[in-house]
């Protein structure tokens, strides 16, 4: 989570899902960012070939989110699978939660998608850089729940997931200048 002071305008308030963390770097998507973009004019073609639409998948709202300022044309698709028999096309990041690959055709049989948010963009960090911003303050890093990722009401993402840590956690305001 973005703390308030941090004085990146890309992530102002913005809660952020790592998908990958490594040596080389860390890659997230930023929950919390909709664009006005719907779904179904985005993605033509469906998880059943045409006639279908991913949006009828989607978590509201079915837009596409900004998922971060690192290759913009670039697509995320974040699912809930709950029952995942082996597949190509879902990556489990945690729990039922993964990474959908929603660009071959139709979508095999992955069990039943629980919810499906799609992301223009990611967030990226190089070697070390996370790490850094976070050492100077720049991030809280904290649990992530399975329903964040696919919140109903991602403007109020990052306040839900402040209060939801307790403590000196909920004295924290958006504004740095009460902080």
Not at 45 to 66: K, Y
Not at 97 to 117: Q, S, Y
Request: hydrophobic letters at 40%.
């Amino acid at each position: 989570m973005a703390t308030p002071d941090l004085e990146d305008p890309n992530f102002d308030g913005t809660v952020v899902l790592l998908l990958e963390h490594g040596p080389g770097g860390a890659l997230g998507v930023v929950l919390n960012r909709p664009s006005p973009l719907p779904v179904g004019e985005a993605m033509t073609a469906g998880p059943a070939g045409p006639g279908t639409s991913w949006s009828d998948l989607a978590t509201t709202p079915d837009v596409v989110f900004v998922g971060g300022p690192v290759q913009p044309n670039a697509v995320i698709a974040l699912a809930r699978v709950p029952e995942v028999s082996d597949n190509e096309r879902w990556e489990p990041v945690f729990g039922d939660v993964g990474v959908i690959n929603l660009g071959d055709g139709p979508l095999p049989d992955v069990g039943r998608l629980d919810a499906l948010r799609v992301f223009a963009g990611y967030a990226g960090w190089g070697e070390q850089q996370l790490e850094e911003e976070v050492a100077s303050g720049a991030w809280f890093v904290v649990d992530a729940h399975a329903d964040d990722g696919f919140s109903t009401d991602p403007e109020l993402l990052w306040r839900t997931v402040l209060r939801r840590q307790g403590g000196l956690f909920v004295t924290v305001t958006d504004n740095p200048a009460l902080n």
